[in-house]
Structure formats: structure tokens, C-alpha cells
């Protein structure tokens, strides 16, 4: 009730006057159970979606949304379970199978599905590798598969925008696809990979995304490993220079201009500089031939080989 409620009266014609969404393909989706297999580049994939289809769509959502604490998480959780949506745990191992199977009941009872394969948002709107639970319920269940792809909700709402943008978003349905032909394979991993793959294909045929084979998951964590790598260089950098303005403001640690250190024992240098002037002795003459031979070392010579001379590039093939 409250979903029928909260799409026809409160926030569908809202978000309709709004941003004037479009569709094409709403012919594909047909009467019985079926799963909508969309790209995911925004937390309103979830609402757009819904709002183009006439029946009821149930999602599978992240477990996060139904754990939150304080007000708003709460709020959040109340939210997602009035809007027919289902948590979804993707940690993997039996918390995602029994995740799965909640999903599998709304199939049994011939409903529509909607998941997003790649398992979480893009983060750079590329199509990204899809996780194998969609084909585990494809073969699990029978039923058809409908590729969906959302345009333009990664404009509108940008992962960490709260206020959308006001612009238009479009939802391209494909063709429903049928796996029948590996009924009894839903346990075998290459056949569960080339399905989500053959789904996955489909979408990015439909959005015009790039795809990019590999999780999407991965690719954030990488990048939050970036973001704290360089807020450590920064932050190490910003102590070095604290560290050296304060030894700046020590006394004696600045000395007036001109002011010269002295090194060692001042009679020991005093000598030092009277014995400066004396003439060398003959047998202290440096030998012209070794200086010639001295220095032709140091230069590296005419051959660039020779022991401590520097090595001038060679050309390819020589």
C-alpha cells in the first residue's frame, strides 16, 4: 500500500514534473516473473526505475541501508522496507546466498526483480564487470532476463550529492533474454560467469557505457587507498615544515649574514693557513703526463667504456 501510495500520489508526480523522465522498450518487460538487470550509476537508479514500470519492482539493496543507526538511519531502513525493497549481503559466502533467496521467493511468487549486477555504484560511469548472483537466480529460478539501462542519473546525482540536479533521465528496456538452455548447470561457475557476462554485454550495448572487466568494488578501493596515501604525504609534509619553522625560531639557530663558522681547533687552523704559502717541493710537482691521464679519466676519454668515465648512449643495433 504504502508503495503504490508513494508512487502514484507523492513522489511520482513530483519527480515526473521535475525531470520529465523517458522511456523506451516498456513493451519488453513481460506480464509474468521476470528480472530487470540495470547498470547502477546513482543512488536514484532505485526511484527512476520503479517510477517508469507499472508493476511493482522489488530490489536487492545493500544491507547498509537497513542497518543504519540514530535517526536517520532508521528513517533510511523504514524507507527501504515500505518501498519493497530486500537487503542484500555482499560479503559473500552463505550471508549472500541467503540474501539471494529472498530474491528468489519474489520470483516464485511472479514478481519482478530488479538488481544491479556490478554490485555497486560506477564510480567513474564506465560499466564495470557484473557479479555472478544475477545468474545464480537466472538458473536457479528459469526466469527471463530484461537489460535496463538508466541515462543520465549519474548527471543528476552524482555519488556524494545529496540535492539532485534537475535535468532529464531516460531508461532504455532490452529484450528479455532466455537461459533455458542451461537448466541444470546452475551449479557450474563457467556457465554462471558466461551468463552475467552475456547479461552484462546486453547492457552496455544498450547505455553506450564503456565496459571495463573488472569489479567496480575493486577500483574504490583503490582509489580510497590513493586518497589516504596522498592525505599522509600531505600531512607528513605539513609536519616537516612545523618541525622547521619551529628549529627556525630557536635561538642561535639564525645566524646574521656574513657570519662564518669555525670548524676544529682555531691554533690547529692558524698553522694550517701559515704553512698554506710555503712552495711545494720538487718531488710535490704534479706530473703533467698523469694529470693528462687523471683528467682524460674524469672526462670518460675517448672511450665511453673505459672504468669511471660516464657511458654515452649507444644507438639501437650497435
Do not use: C
Not at 288 to 301: E, K, L, P, Q, V
Amino acid at each position: 500500500m504504502f508503495y503504490w501510495v508513494m508512487k502514484t500520489i507523492f513522489i511520482g508526480p513530483v519527480v515526473r514534473l521535475l525531470f520529465r523522465p523517458w522511456i523506451k522498450g516498456l513493451d519488453n518487460i513481460p506480464d509474468g516473473p521476470a528480472i530487470l538487470a540495470s547498470n547502477h550509476m546513482s543512488f536514484s537508479d532505485s526511484i527512476f526505475l520503479p517510477l517508469a514500470v507499472p508493476r511493482p519492482v522489488v530490489f536487492l539493496a545493500k544491507s547498509e541501508y537497513f542497518n543504519g543507526r540514530g535517526l536517520k538511519g532508521r528513517m533510511t531502513a523504514a524507507f527501504f522496507r515500505l518501498t519493497n525493497q530486500l537487503p542484500m549481503d555482499r560479503s559473500g559466502g552463505a550471508a549472500s546466498a541467503s540474501s539471494l533467496s529472498g530474491g528468489a521467493d519474489v520470483l516464485n511468487a511472479g514478481g519482478l526483480l530488479g538488481i544491479y549486477p556490478e554490485g555497486t555504484r560506477s564510480p567513474d560511469g564506465r560499466l564495470y564487470r557484473g557479479k555472478t548472483g544475477v545468474a545464480k537466480l537466472v538458473l536457479s529460478t528459469g526466469v527471463p532476463v530484461v537489460p535496463v539501462a538508466m541515462i543520465g542519473t549519474d548527471k543528476v546525482q552524482p555519488i556524494g550529492r545529496r540535492i539532485p540536479n534537475i535535468r532529464r533521465v531516460g531508461t532504455i528496456i532490452g529484450k528479455p533474454l532466455d537461459f533455458s538452455r542451461y537448466k541444470g548447470l546452475e551449479n557450474d561457475r563457467f556457465i554462471q560467469r558466461s551468463v552475467t557476462d552475456e547479461i552484462m554485454y546486453e547492457i552496455m550495448r544498450l547505455s553506450g557505457q564503456e565496459y571495463v572487466d573488472v569489479y567496480a568494488n575493486t577500483v574504490k578501493a583503490q582509489q580510497t587507498a590513493r586518497k589516504s596515501a596522498k592525505a599522509g604525504q600531505e600531512q607528513r609534509k605539513a609536519e616537516a615544515v612545523g618541525a622547521a619553522g619551529e628549529d627556525l625560531q630557536k635561538p642561535g639557530t639564525v645566524k646574521a649574514p656574513g657570519a662564518i663558522t669555525i670548524i676544529g681547533n682555531p691554533e690547529s687552523l692558524a698553522t694550517a693557513a701559515g704553512t698554506a704559502h710555503t712552495e711545494p717541493t720538487p718531488s710535490a710537482q704534479p706530473d703533467a703526463g698523469a694529470a693528462s691521464s687523471a683528467a682524460t679519466d674524469i672526462a670518460g676519454g675517448d672511450d665511453a667504456g673505459q672504468s669511471g668515465g660516464r657511458r654515452k648512449p649507444r644507438k639501437p643495433g650497435s
